[in-house]
């Protein structure tokens, strides 16, 4: 038995991803209890209806702009993200600064992260 199985998983990455066999494929295997993301285009979609195809409870956290401000809203997100996952799933083009972000993020809380391939 996995050590996360059925347990919390985050999933983040970046909006201009379509599709990812990889993220599909660990999310089965992972059996998560439940899925947090940040509701966004992109990999946050890709989760979203994986876990709404299979029925696993989805939490989808928005940046709080009114409270902190444009600048810093989706960092204090990405990181509320990262508190509720015994484990974080990250598919990067490379690029993306909220990505990159919510990776630091993991790393800093000392959250486990995989770190999946791009189609």
Do not use: F, Q
């Not at 599709?19 to 990999?43: K, M």
């Not at 696993?56 to 928005?62: A, D, F, G, H, M």
Request: glycine residues 8%; positive net charge.
């Amino acid at each position: 038995m996995e050590k996360h199985k059925n347990k919390t998983v985050a999933v983040v990455g970046s909006r201009g991803v379509r599709s990812c066999a990889a993220l599909t494929r660990r999310l089965a295997e992972l059996e998560p209890a439940e899925v947090v993301s940040g509701g966004a285009a992109g990999v946050d979609a890709l989760a979203a209806s994986w876990a709404r195809n299979h029925g696993v409870p989805l939490t989808e956290l928005r940046p709080d702009y009114a409270t902190h401000g444009p600048t810093a809203a989706t960092h204090v997100r990405n990181a509320e993200i990262v508190k509720r996952a015994a484990l974080v799933l990250v598919v990067w083009d490379g690029k993306s600064k909220g990505t990159l972000s919510t990776l630091k993020a993991a790393r800093r809380l000392g959250r486990p992260v995989e770190l999946l391939p791009l189609d």
